[in-house]
């Protein structure tokens, strides 16, 4: 199926202006005519009592039909999903963060807009706006593409300042209003925004304020060598991106299926000793040399939300030490901002970051 395919995963939306080298890759599609068909759950023997793990596991065998290697990107948008938040995803072009979103949204079955974002895309193009009806004399909303349930927001940093506020006053607030009229969001909503980490000509860098509203951010690297032989080998075979039939991919579960799943998440147990050693986490960010910014509360919040959906995934039901610091990466490396002079000598948020956790004490 190609990017213009009528039944891309049940509600694609038109979104203007796409880009010249995709042709069609927003073009308006029609909801699916039937229910999807769920997989087959887990065999009895090696399911699990968690739910979330047994989405879980489900959702990453059929991923890895259409995307080689990169866990941690599928990981994390399961975390999102599953706790409610959004996702930044940066690499270099080619790495498979849209082919990965894309498989996402089919395989969680739900509503899903690319919204290619350029210099000229104005509010109105991703929100809709109001139109008049002369037969009825009344104004009737025609709704933008942000009334998916998931958002590939690409390349989010080439648009300017005011539509990058319209779409994160929706990702904070999950409504949007248009001509005074308040209209809610549908659940799940998810963005996953995609920006490209080395090319800055001619883009918008988000604020701190605008990068805090991401739950969390991923760094998309290249394959590794045995990987991108695999990628090169299911080519030949006839796997193609741009048409995710090929991978022939099954949906594990609908929005309707996500509530239970959060309630569970939600009940997940997070010892005092634990609480505490995501507070030292960001106490001691704050107090760092290299930083002029440091975590703020909500990060903490953050941080000990997405441990939760991530224990629950790992079919546990209390978070670990070692759960923190495995998210502790992807929370924290955007709501930090480093000292010019320490950017000078090298440093990086994921260095400072990886201090911070040597230098703060791990609960027995």
Do not use: W
């Amino acid at each position: 199926m190609s990017e213009s395919d009528p039944q891309e995963n049940g509600a694609e939306t038109s979104v203007p202006r796409p880009p010249e080298s995709a042709p069609g890759e927003a073009g308006a599609v029609p909801p699916l005519a039937a229910p999807p068909v769920i997989a087959d759950p887990l065999p009895a023997s090696s399911a699990s009592a968690n739910p979330v793990a047994q989405m879980a596991e489900r959702l990453f065998a059929e991923m890895r039909k259409a995307v080689v290697g990169q866990e941690e990107m599928v990981e994390m948008l399961a975390v999102a999903l599953l706790a409610n938040g959004h996702v930044l995803l940066e690499g270099v072009p080619g790495t498979a963060k849209t082919l990965t979103v894309r498989a996402f949204a089919r395989i969680c079955a739900i509503s899903f807009a690319r919204i290619q974002f350029t210099p000229d895309l104005m509010p109105s193009d991703i929100l809709g706006t109001s139109i008049y009806d002369p037969r009825e004399g009344v104004f009737t909303l025609k709704r933008g593409p942000l009334f998916a349930g998931l958002i590939l927001a690409d390349e989010i940093n080439r648009t300017p300042p005011k539509t990058q506020s319209a779409l994160l006053e929706a990702m904070e607030e999950r409504r949007v209003t248009i001509d005074g009229v308040t209209h809610p969001l549908p659940d799940p909503f998810v963005v996953c925004a995609t920006q490209n980490p080395v090319e800055y000509e001619g883009t918008y860098p988000l604020p701190e304020a605008q990068l805090d509203r991401f739950m969390l951010k991923v760094v998309v690297d290249y394959p590794g060598e045995e990987e991108e032989m695999a990628i090169l080998a299911r080519y030949q075979s006839g796997f193609r991106a741009a048409n995710l039939d090929t991978a022939h991919l099954s949906p594990v579960l609908t929005a309707e299926d996500l509530p239970p799943l959060r309630r569970f998440v939600e009940s997940v147990e997070v010892s005092v000793a634990v609480r505490k050693y995501i507070t030292d986490i960001v106490r001691a960010g704050r107090s760092n040399r290299h930083l002029v910014l440091g975590p703020s509360p909500r990060a903490a919040i953050t941080l000990m939300l997405a441990a939760k959906a991530f224990a629950a995934i790992h079919d546990r039901n209390f978070v670990t030490p070692d759960d923190v610091k495995t998210l502790a990466g992807p929370v924290l490396r955007h709501r930090i901002l480093l000292r010019p002079e320490s950017e000078i000598e090298g440093y990086t948020a994921d260095r400072v970051l990886n201090a911070v956790l040597e230098q703060v004490p791990v609960p027995r």
